[in-house]
């Protein structure tokens, strides 16, 4: 660690010893792009008139969170539905093989 430039991450990533190498990958930071909707713009020198307000990313995420959850919610809900459909379908497809009267509701 006294060592100029010494970086402990590709020490340990690159260590001779697969225990530690797999340790140091497990621990380490995970390697994720961030997204462009949530990066902040540069600041540059841009004209007034031409400068356009963009929202902060936490006012974004209080826009964007509660469509996707309220999406994936109905992605699950859809996916029931299906299954119980064709549950039911099975379920008129036996009581007909069994010889009963099937009762639509």
Do not use: N, W
């Amino acid at each position: 660690s006294h060592t100029p430039g010494f970086r402990a991450e590709q020490y340990f990533i690159s260590h001779p010893d697969e225990e530690i190498r797999e340790l140091a990958l497990k621990l380490g930071p995970d390697i994720v792009a961030l997204s462009k909707l949530f990066e902040t713009p540069a600041t540059t020198a841009i004209p007034e008139q031409e400068e356009t307000v963009e929202p902060a990313s936490e006012e974004r995420l209080d826009e964007i969170l509660p469509s996707l959850i309220a999406s994936y919610k109905l992605s699950i809900v859809q996916q029931l539905l299906e299954a119980y459909k064709s549950k039911s379908l099975l379920k008129q497809e036996l009581a007909k093989m069994c010889g009963e009267r099937v009762v639509l509701k």
